[in-house]
């Protein structure tokens, strides 16, 4: 199945159950790891360079199915997580609370987590999290509590929320980590990296040269460009 996120295979696990409430004492929470397909890479012709949107891409997911007296208790912690994920990697950041008009029809609430991007001197979108209430668990028919009579059905709330989508973090690092000699690894992945200090580039830096310079180089490619219709 080819899924834009993590969360739909995630949830169908527990299609059709009905949780009681000892089931969801403490929430269900789950990480989950997929390789996510999108149909656009880019929009109207942004971020269209490198790997920073891609149709194919790398992410771990929190997801949690609760109880809704819980669901923005968890929808907090979820958050927390998330952050303490970017501090232990030394990225500046910034925490969005996204307004209802921007919102599609499953999120009652949602935050975005969004890092700074030097390059392009701004922050950018790293994690999405969630609070869907009981939208998807009606969908799924995952059902809560016990059935009182006159009384509606009760279903679980879901929440889920990006951990790391990995090529959109590699932008990150690289940009906040680079001198003029290479990448300096954060000290915490250096453990991961074999105790590896930085990684040096392996190409000399590309010299920035002016149109006019350009056509004192190349004076043959510049007479038959202007011969072009």
Not at 221 to 226: E, N, S, T
Request: proline share 3%; charged share 35%; net charge neutral.
């Amino acid at each position: 199945i080819n899924a834009e996120y993590g969360e739909q295979p995630i949830s169908a696990m527990h299609q059709e159950e009905w949780f009681s409430e000892k089931d969801l004492a403490t929430p269900v929470r789950y990480a989950g790891y997929s390789t996510c397909f999108r149909r656009e890479a880019g929009s109207s012709g942004k971020d269209v360079w490198g790997i920073f949107r891609v149709h194919q891409f790398e992410k771990v997911e929190q997801f949690v199915i609760c109880s809704p007296d819980e669901s923005w208790a968890e929808l907090e912690r979820m958050v927390e997580t998330a952050e303490d994920f970017y501090k232990s990697l030394g990225l500046s950041y910034r925490l969005v609370t996204i307004v209802s008009k921007e919102l599609n029809a499953a999120a009652a609430k949602k935050y975005d987590l969004e890092a700074w991007f030097p390059a392009r001197g701004d922050y950018r979108e790293l994690v999405s999290a969630s609070n869907c209430t009981d939208y998807q668990a009606r969908a799924l028919g995952i059902k809560y509590g016990v059935r009182v009579k006159g009384e509606s059905e009760k279903y679980v709330h879901m929440l889920n929320g990006t951990m790391c989508a990995t090529e959109r973090t590699l932008c990150c690092l690289l940009e906040n980590y680079q001198d003029e000699n290479g990448f300096v690894v954060p000290d915490v992945l250096r453990p991961y990296m074999g105790g590896r200090e930085r990684i040096d580039w392996v190409r000399e830096k590309r010299e920035e040269k002016s149109k006019k310079e350009r056509k004192q180089e190349n004076p043959d490619a510049a007479k038959k460009g202007k011969g072009k219709k």
